[in-house]
């Protein structure tokens, strides 16, 4: 297998995912800022030109990261990030889920659509007008987000995640845009510096 890597949040993802696997392939680089994944030969791995692309050994290409650790996970089941038992998979994805919804759609969506904008112009629709409103969201469903999770060391109460890595990459690449952690969040804000601490977390 090899990785198609570049910049961003989700490639981030899935480094931090294969670490936390020990598992070493190679990795790629893709330069977003160039453009290289909308030149041609990229499109042949990803038609959508989104980053990162597992290349499998008969090479077929994965891309979307959570298909991508979960494909991992199949291969390479301990530990496990995702679940042991059909309860606890559940439980993984339901709260990935909500994390996508709730916390990363509006955060990456403000980003797009302001700071993201000399990026995404011309290759997506972009409205700077909301992009103000959709920060907003991020930041009111982190602190919904933050009362659903008192009293538990991670996402998942006592086991680390693919959720909690999900969560981490982008509330991390937020804070690199400007979009900081809501202060009023405190288990974020303490949660982020326990997986902050995890070797997988500087990947």
């Not at 650790?69 to 606890?88: A, S, W």
């Not at 011309?122 to 969201?137: D, W």
Request: contains cysteine; hydrophobic residues 40%.
């Amino acid at each position: 297998m090899k990785l198609y890597n570049s910049i961003g949040p989700n490639p981030h993802a899935v480094r931090m995912f294969l670490a936390e696997k020990g598992i070493e392939i190679p990795k790629v680089p893709v330069d977003l800022m160039k453009g290289e994944n909308r030149e041609a030969t990229h499109l042949a791995r990803n038609p959508a030109g989104q980053l990162p692309a597992l290349e499998l050994d008969d090479g077929t290409f994965i891309s979307e990261i959570t298909a991508i650790c979960e494909y991992v996970e199949e291969l390479h089941p301990n530990p496990p990030l995702i679940g042991t038992t059909p309860k606890e998979r559940a439980e993984t994805r339901m709260w990935a889920r909500r994390v996508d919804l709730n916390i990363i759609e509006p955060l990456a969506g403000g980003f797009r659509n302001a700071e993201g904008l000399p990026i995404f112009t011309g290759r997506i629709p972009v409205e700077p007008e909301i992009a103000a409103g959709l920060k907003r969201i991020a930041q009111n469903r982190q602190l919904w987000f933050d009362k659903m999770m008192q009293g538990r060391q991670w996402i998942c109460g006592n086991r680390f995640t693919y959720a909690d890595i999900l969560l981490y990459c982008f509330l991390n690449f937020g804070q690199v845009v400007g979009q900081q952690i809501n202060p009023e969040a405190m288990w974020i804000k303490a949660w982020i510096e326990r997986v902050k601490a995890r070797p997988s977390a500087s990947v």
